[in-house]
């Protein structure tokens, strides 16, 4: 499984637009990238996914180049609801259940 | 539609002793995963049981073990307990053959101290 590179933590103000880029250069042709978000003391919960190109959903946009080697999600406006941790990941598609987290960034979102 | 409910949400054990964690996956899932998330990590993959034989494994050491039942619930044990055993432990369920890619449902999870 393509392992992935994140910034560990991010600030922001609420209103303001955040993009959390993700490096996965060894992403394999059958590879998903998926992300995930998770609060303390909960478990992680999807957000969004895609292969390429870009695909939006009710609460976040995720932007994917050509070459796949890397991606953004991209979160409008965020609140202090917001602040959590985002997980980065990519995998074959199909029902492997089987996901390699990292670190994942901590986005601080502040009044 | 109930979520992905895990009991208890919190446990305080002993070193060696022996625990055991349950999970009850999203109606209509089939599947059940076993994380175990240290403070300030990200999740680790611990195993995953589907039809009631253990599926896919993580590296966890054969102290690590589960089960599960007909209904898709599942257990996680863990014997003889090390401090290092203190994690979040988080169940996620998902449906077998799903053509969507992947889509973990996770539960709050269990909250376990070794001391």
């Known amino acids: 499984l393509a392992k992935t590179t994140q910034p560990i933590s991010m600030d922001s103000y609420e209103g303001q637009e955040v993009n959390i880029t993700c490096s996965h250069n060894?992403?394999?042709?059958?590879?998903?990238i998926t992300w995930y978000q998770q609060f303390p003391s909960q478990g992680p919960r999807f957000i969004i996914q895609?292969?390429?190109t870009k695909v939006t959903n009710e609460v976040a946009s995720l932007f994917i180049p050509a070459d796949r080697k890397s991606s953004t999600l991209s979160l409008p406006r965020v609140s202090l609801s917001d602040t959590a941790v985002y997980y980065c990941?990519?995998?074959?598609?199909?029902?492997?259940?089987?996901?390699?987290f990292g670190q994942g960034t901590t986005l601080q979102v502040k009044p | 539609d109930a979520g992905v409910t895990q009991s208890p949400t919190h446990l305080i054990k002993t070193r060696g002793q022996q625990v055991t964690l349950r999970c009850s996956p999203k109606?209509?899932?089939?599947?059940v995963s076993w994380y175990q998330q240290a403070l300030g990590q990200g999740p680790q993959f611990i195993f995953q049981?589907?039809?009631?034989?253990?599926?896919q494994r993580g590296n966890f050491p054969d102290r690590f073990s589960g089960h599960q039942f007909p209904n898709y619930s599942s257990e996680l044990n863990v014997n003889a307990l090390l401090l290092g055993d203190s994690a979040l432990y988080l169940c996620?369920?998902?449906?077998?053959?799903?053509?969507?890619?992947?889509?973990?449902?996770f539960g709050s999870g269990t909250q376990l101290s070794v001391l």
């Open positions: 990941l990519v995998g074959p598609s199909g029902n492997t259940g089987k996901l390699i």
């Open positions: 049981y589907y039809e009631e034989e253990e599926r």
């Open positions: 996620a369920s998902s449906l077998q053959g799903m053509r969507t890619n992947e889509k973990l449902f």
């Open positions: 895609g292969y390429k």
């Open positions: 109606s209509g899932h089939d599947t």
């Open positions: 060894n992403i394999a042709t059958n590879d998903y």
